[in-house]
């Protein structure tokens, strides 16, 4: 999944300690902590599968009133770093020094999905005055990498069938695992199954399913109403003692619906050049959807009018037969990321 998404999410909850600060009253230090060095425990790993390496991190960080340990609430602490391309969230916990130039560590556990060469890519720290460092490392000091050797990465991809769906109708998650290395099936493979937010959020959960023999799993969501939601699958590696789990792979899917369009005009003749109402609704339902009016001329349908669908999904349009003789109409609703385009039944009006 998106690891920005996930980063964000992470940070968000964890800057929310800072509503607890000590007021800053006069002469009260305003300087955030600053980041002196980055240390890592090894500059290569090789690892495989769906196997799990550790790397320490050692920060040392300095301030003239001292760094401070605050929680979250929720399991995250200051201070913190984000490591990698995949944003990995890690905390630190002091090691040795003092509060006001000490080292502080974290252990990341590192997967064989990660690229070929990572390091960390921001750090927060807040003092005992409130003050906070917000930082990426690779812009104030000289940043360490590592390089990673992996192999047999499982690659986890996401379908949602029948695409598009129409509305209240079934909807059918299918997750398949391959190795990356020989392109076969992964069968049996523990893996982890989400729903909406705990895509991006998800930091602590466990396997809830398995492939089965051909490195598939199948859920059905039954028909009966819209599961608009993404729908997402990874394999979860061991939790590391004070960090979150670490995900190996990801994918997701979003079920695209169909538009199903109604369209009933008011009087099905009308003198040339009168406005004729057409009323009719979308669905799934949808407030604010620019439908198209089109008139077909020869083969070609051609737009000759818009409205927007209102809080009830029902939208009303104008027709104006523009001369005598029958003229056929019909509704598009354009598609957009989460809907397939449909139209509405063709019908005629005739020019009197």
Same mark, same amino acid.
């Given at each position: 999944?998106?690891?920005?998404r996930?980063?964000?999410?992470v940070?968000?909850?964890i800057?929310?300690?800072?509503?607890?600060?000590?007021?800053?009253?006069?002469?009260a230090?305003?300087?955030?902590?600053?980041?002196?060095?980055?240390d890592?425990?090894r500059?290569?790993? $090789?690892? /495989?599968g #769906?196997?799990?390496?550790?790397? %320490?991190?050692? &920060?040392?960080? @300095?301030?003239?009133?001292?760094? *401070?340990?605050?929680?979250?609430?929720a399991g995250?602490?200051?201070?913190?770093?984000?490591?990698?391309?995949r944003?990995?969230?890690?905390s630190?916990?002091?090691?040795?020094?003092?509060?006001q130039?000490?080292?502080w560590?974290?252990?990341?556990?590192?997967?064989s999905?990660w690229?070929?060469?990572?390091?960390?890519?921001?750090?927060?720290?807040?003092?005992?005055?409130?003050?906070t460092?917000?930082?990426?490392?690779?812009?104030?000091?000289? $940043?360490? /990498?590592? #390089?990673v050797?992996?192999?047999? %990465?499982?690659? &986890?991809?996401? @379908?949602?069938?029948p695409?598009? *769906?129409?509305?209240?109708?079934?909807?059918?998650?299918?997750?398949r695992?391959t190795?990356?290395?020989?392109?076969?099936?992964?069968?049996?493979?523990?893996?982890?199954?989400?729903?909406?937010?705990?895509?991006?959020?998800?930091?602590?959960?466990?396997a809830?399913?398995?492939?089965d023999a051909?490195?598939r799993?199948?859920?059905?969501?039954?028909a009966?109403?819209l599961?608009?939601?993404v729908?997402?699958?990874?394999?979860?590696a061991a939790?590391?003692?004070?960090?979150?789990?670490?995900r190996?792979?990801?994918d997701?899917?979003?079920?695209?619906?169909?538009?199903?369009?109604?369209?009933?005009?008011a009087?099905?003749?009308?003198?040339?050049?009168?406005?004729?109402a057409?009323?009719?609704?979308?669905?799934p339902?949808v407030?604010?959807?620019?439908?198209?009016?089109?008139?077909?001329y020869?083969?070609e349908?051609?737009t000759?009018?818009?409205a927007?669908?209102r809080?009830?999904s029902?939208?009303?349009?104008?027709a104006?037969?523009?001369?005598?003789?029958v003229?056929t109409y019909?509704?598009?609703?354009?598609?957009?990321?989460?809907h397939?385009?449909?139209?509405?039944?063709?019908?005629?009006?005739?020019?009197?």
């Amino acid at each position: 999944m998106n690891a920005f998404r996930r980063r964000t999410a992470v940070l968000a909850g964890i800057l929310l300690l800072l509503t607890g600060t000590p007021a800053r009253g006069a002469g009260a230090d305003t300087t955030a902590p600053e980041l002196a060095s980055i240390d890592l425990s090894r500059e290569s790993i $090789t690892v /495989a599968g #769906t196997d799990v390496e550790l790397l %320490t991190v050692s &920060v040392r960080l @300095t301030d003239d009133v001292g760094v *401070v340990t605050r929680y979250d609430g929720a399991g995250g602490t200051s201070p913190f770093l984000f490591f990698g391309s995949r944003g990995v969230p890690v905390s630190l916990v002091f090691g040795t020094g003092i509060p006001q130039d000490g080292v502080w560590t974290g252990v990341v556990a590192v997967t064989s999905d990660w690229a070929a060469r990572e390091q960390p890519v921001q750090v927060v720290a807040q003092d005992e005055a409130g003050n906070t460092l917000d930082v990426d490392p690779r812009t104030v000091i000289e $940043t360490p /990498a590592v #390089t990673v050797l992996s192999s047999h %990465t499982p690659v &986890v991809d996401v @379908t949602v069938t029948p695409d598009p *769906v129409m509305p209240n109708a079934a909807v059918t998650q299918t997750v398949r695992v391959t190795d990356k290395d020989t392109g076969l099936p992964w069968p049996r493979l523990p893996i982890a199954v989400g729903l909406d937010n705990s895509c991006p959020e998800d930091g602590i959960s466990t396997a809830t399913a398995r492939t089965d023999a051909n490195g598939r799993y199948q859920r059905i969501f039954p028909a009966g109403q819209l599961y608009q939601v993404v729908m997402c699958a990874w394999v979860p590696a061991a939790n590391v003692p004070g960090q979150r789990s670490t995900r190996i792979g990801g994918d997701a899917a979003f079920p695209r619906y169909k538009f199903v369009v109604s369209a009933t005009p008011a009087a099905t003749s009308a003198p040339t050049g009168t406005n004729v109402a057409v009323n009719g609704s979308v669905a799934p339902p949808v407030q604010g959807k620019v439908v198209q009016l089109q008139r077909l001329y020869g083969t070609e349908w051609r737009t000759v009018g818009t409205a927007g669908t209102r809080a009830s999904s029902r939208y009303t349009v104008v027709a104006t037969p523009p001369g005598v003789g029958v003229w056929t109409y019909r509704v598009y609703a354009p598609g957009d990321t989460s809907h397939a385009g449909s139209m509405s039944p063709a019908f005629t009006i005739r020019g009197t």
